[in-house]
């Protein structure tokens, strides 16, 4: 089991800046990927930006040169961060941490409880 707890989210005015964070604890050795997702009313839940754990990430092309993920850990967590700069207000949504845990038939889903992001002047 893995547990996520988040943090970092609120109103900010478009052109500024917030970091996400999401820390992960339990079994943490079995962590494969750690992600953001998001979803913004009456949208699906979409993919922002993910980092497996030897260090390969991928962005949405919407957030590319503005969003930076990045993981620190130690002995008892893991801990993913979103760094968002010149923020839009599209980028207005519920942020929600994931972390892949394992590979193949034997992976698990799980899912921090979400924050709100709002970008608005």
């Known amino acids: 089991q893995v547990q996520l707890v988040e943090s970092g989210g609120g109103l900010v005015q478009p052109g500024g800046s917030l970091r996400l964070s999401c820390a992960a604890s339990?079994?943490?050795?079995?962590?494969?990927?750690m992600a953001w997702y998001r979803q913004a009313p009456g949208k699906p839940r979409e993919s922002v930006a993910r980092m497996t754990s030897s260090r390969i990430t991928n962005y949405a092309d919407s957030v590319k040169g503005r969003f930076t993920i990045s993981i620190s850990r130690d002995n008892a967590k893991n801990t993913v961060y979103l760094q968002m700069n010149s923020l839009k207000p599209e980028d207005t949504a519920v942020y929600y941490c994931?972390?892949?845990?394992?590979?193949?038939?034997?992976?698990?889903?799980?899912w921090g409880q979400g924050t709100q992001v709002t970008v608005s002047s």
């Open positions: 994931y972390v892949q845990s394992g590979v193949g038939v034997g992976a698990r889903d799980y």
């Open positions: 339990g079994n943490i050795f079995s962590i494969y990927a």
